[in-house]
Structures are given as structure tokens and as C-alpha cells.
């Protein structure tokens, strides 16, 4: 079986601190993506890689980065948290071969 | 750009009853479609995926269709039970595989 793991279930940060969100994925696949899903807004992508070092913008990349050093975890970063990052974020993962995507239990965060 | 729309928004239905849930989207070059599933606070589980060549997939009890010409796909629950209760989301994988889009869900109660 597939498995997605993320660092945090739960998170709860202030302000302007620097947050990290870990996610490891243990199938050897070439893409994995971040999400985040809001009530309302339904899930949006904010950043894939599709190999190691490599990544590309998705449609709400403002405030966040990301790092790829290994092929197995990507980390999505947010510089200087704000109120409006306050979100359930979602990992996943997918084969270059059919695309399917698998995701992990996600991380809620919180910032206060 | 994309857009996947899935209608109604909730339903309920008695044990037993079939289930069908809706899934439109605009742009019909896509790469696959994916099915999930997602628990209250929880992560997505992958259900179906289907291929844009494929008309359709199953898995159990589960069967999902598609319709690129018309922009649809449909997922068909038979025999449904009250561990069904979750709600059910779509994604459209953009041509080049990657991406995908998701629609807003539905919210599927089987009552008792």
C-alpha cells in the first residue's frame, strides 16, 4: 500500500512565525504535490515537483515555498505565517506513469 | 481554465438504495479522472481512477464512468451502507497529467 505520511496533525503557530510542513511518501514516486482546502473553496493546489530540486507554481503559490532535496519528502514552507494560512493542508503523491495521486491524513493548521 | 462542478451538494439516502454522484467538467481535454473519498478531518483515499481513453472502471461495489465528449463522469454505489457516509470528491487531470482539479464534493449520507 501506498503511504503518505505528514509530519503534524495538528499545528497551531503564531503570526509571523516561520512554519514547516513535512510530507514523506514512501513509493518511490516522482511527483508530489501540496494542497490546501478551505470550507467553501474546496482543495487548491499550491505547489507540485516532478523530480528532485524541481518544482512549479500551482494556482495559490503567494506566501508559501517549497524545498525537494530528496525524492521521498517534499516540505512546504511558509515564511512569515499569517491569520488567512490557517488551513487543513494535504500531501500527495503520484506515479509519472498514470498520474493517480495519493494523499496523506493532512495537517491542520492554525495560526493565531 | 478548468472547472469541475459536482451536484447536489449533500444528499441522503436509506441503506440499501444505489447511489449516483455527478461529476461535470468544462474542459474536455483532459488526462484521467480521479474518484475520492474523505472522512470528516481526514485525508483523501483514492477510489477510481480512469484513464481518458477508458469509458469506465470498478472496484467492488464501486463503478465510475466517463463521458469526455459530454464532460461528465458518473460514480455509481450499489447497495450502499452507512459506512459509505463521507463525502465524495472528483479531480480532473489536466492534459499534461499532472494537475488536477477537483470539484467541491458530495456529502453522502446512508441512514439506517
Known amino acids: 500500500d501506498v503511504k503518505v505520511t505528514q509530519s503534524s496533525r495538528y499545528l497551531v503557530k503564531r503570526t509571523g512565525e516561520k512554519v514547516f510542513l513535512e510530507c514523506v511518501q514512501d513509493m518511490d514516486h516522482e511527483n508530489m504535490f501540496w494542497y490546501r482546502q478551505d470550507p467553501g473553496l474546496g482543495l487548491r493546489l499550491i505547489y507540485f515537483?516532478?523530480?528532485?530540486?524541481?518544482?512549479e507554481k500551482g494556482d495559490i503559490p503567494e506566501g508559501y515555498s517549497v524545498s525537494r532535496e530528496k525524492k521521498e519528502r517534499f516540505s512546504l514552507i511558509l515564511e512569515s505565517a499569517s491569520t488567512n494560512q490557517t488551513s487543513m493542508y494535504l500531501c500527495?503523491?503520484?506515479?509519472?506513469?498514470?498520474?493517480?495521486?495519493?494523499f496523506g491524513p493532512g495537517t491542520r493548521l492554525t495560526v493565531t | 481554465k478548468q472547472e469541475v462542478t459536482q451536484i447536489p451538494a449533500a444528499l441522503s439516502v436509506p441503506e440499501g438504495e444505489n447511489l449516483v454522484l455527478n461529476c461535470s467538467f468544462t474542459?474536455?481535454?483532459?488526462?484521467?479522472l480521479q474518484w475520492f473519498r474523505q472522512d470528516p478531518g481526514k485525508g483523501l483515499t483514492s477510489l477510481l481512477l480512469i484513464q481518458s481513453s477508458q469509458r469506465e472502471q470498478t472496484s467492488g461495489r464501486l463503478n465510475a464512468s466517463l463521458d469526455k465528449s459530454s464532460g461528465r463522469s458518473t460514480l455509481y454505489i450499489a447497495a450502499s451502507q452507512p459506512g459509505d457516509s463521507a463525502t465524495y470528491l472528483c479531480a480532473a487531470g489536466g492534459a499534461a497529467g499532472n494537475k488536477l482539479t477537483f470539484g467541491g464534493g458530495t456529502r453522502v449520507l446512508v441512514k439506517p
Open positions: 500527495a503523491s503520484g506515479t509519472a506513469l498514470t498520474y493517480e495521486q495519493y
Open positions: 515537483s516532478y523530480d528532485v530540486k524541481m518544482k
Open positions: 474542459d474536455s481535454a483532459i488526462y484521467n
